[in-house]
């Protein structure tokens, strides 16, 4: 099935330290910038948040939307996100990014975006290989969630 993935991102956040950089120009994902003063119309998607349902098969053919930001900004950015989203959140997954963040406290369940973008899509039954292959973690994200379709 093509991807049809939207990252809605928060133009603050590094572009270097990005898990989701080497995503750009890939077919079926389209990158938008937050501004706060801009809708975006996203449809009916599956939004990826740790409040949601668990993810699972039901779930198969809507199109996901990421948001990609500091988790203190999430809420700001949904705001401005018009449609109908489905929200679904990831059985207990280890991330191999190295988080370091020294004014506030990640969830402990917390992934790197692209880790959160390929389990999302692999447990929908769309294992897309291609997703981690600019991911420097990739071997040891895989190898700490051996339950993850490859």
Not at 117 to 138: C, K
Request: charged share 25%; net charge positive.
């Amino acid at each position: 099935m093509p991807l049809d993935v939207l990252i809605l991102r928060d133009p603050r956040e590094a572009t270097k330290k990005c898990s989701l950089t080497p995503l750009r120009g890939t077919s079926g994902i389209q990158f938008a910038t937050y501004d706060g003063t801009r809708r975006l119309a996203a449809g009916r998607r599956l939004l990826l948040s740790p409040a949601g349902e668990l993810i699972s098969e039901r779930d198969r053919g809507l199109p996901l939307l990421l948001v990609d930001c500091a988790w203190r900004k999430v809420p700001a950015l949904l705001k401005t996100i018009d449609g109908e989203l489905v929200a679904r959140r990831l059985p207990p997954l280890v991330t191999a990014y190295p988080r370091k963040s020294l004014t506030f406290e990640d969830p402990h369940e917390g992934l790197a975006s692209v880790e959160a973008l390929y389990a999302a899509l692999a447990l929908l039954g769309e294992v897309h290989p291609e997703l981690l292959a600019g991911y420097h973690w990739r071997e040891q994200f895989l190898a700490a969630n051996p339950a993850l379709p490859r």
